[in-house]
Nanobody, 122 residues
Framework: VQLQASGGGLVQAGGSLRLSCAAS???????TGWFRQAPGEEREFVAG????????VYGDSVKGRFTVSRDHAKNTMYLQMNSLKPDDTAVYYC?????????????????WGQGTLVTVSS
């Protein structure tokens, strides 16, 4: 399965962006997540969703600002990012696994996209 992340760009603080992650094939009992990595920092869990029931999990730093969703017909996951802050600047990666819940640990995902850069200016 190949994942293609897109939608990154440059935005001013307080603005919004929507990221997309399209999968080349359907993953059984799919669970997908967004992670991000800022320069010099470790990769951080952002949000995740379990496709069969829409159950979601968010990292503390994005709760109330970001919303993860999925579209079964398009086999695509989205991340709506509102009220963006300079601290949200990072490369955003999408990941997928089969079964379980929206785990926050990156080693539990075995399909990864290439990343899309989000830059938030102050």
């Amino acid at each position: 399965v190949q994942l293609q992340a897109s939608g990154g760009g440059l935005v001013q603080a307080g603005g919004s962006l929507r990221l997309s992650c399209a999968a080349s094939a359907r993953v059984p009992d799919s669970v997908t997540g967004w992670f991000r990595q800022a320069p010099g920092e470790e990769r951080e869990f952002v949000a995740g969703i379990r496709w069969n029931d829409g159950d979601t999990v968010y990292g503390d730093s994005v709760k109330g600002r970001f919303t993860v969703s999925r579209d079964h017909a398009k086999n695509t996951m989205y991340l709506q990012m509102n009220s963006l802050k300079p601290d949200d600047t990072a490369v955003y990666y999408c990941a997928a696994r089969s079964g379980g819940i929206a785990y926050t640990r990156e080693y539990l995902y075995y399909f990864w996209g290439q990343g899309t850069l989000v830059t938030v200016s102050s």
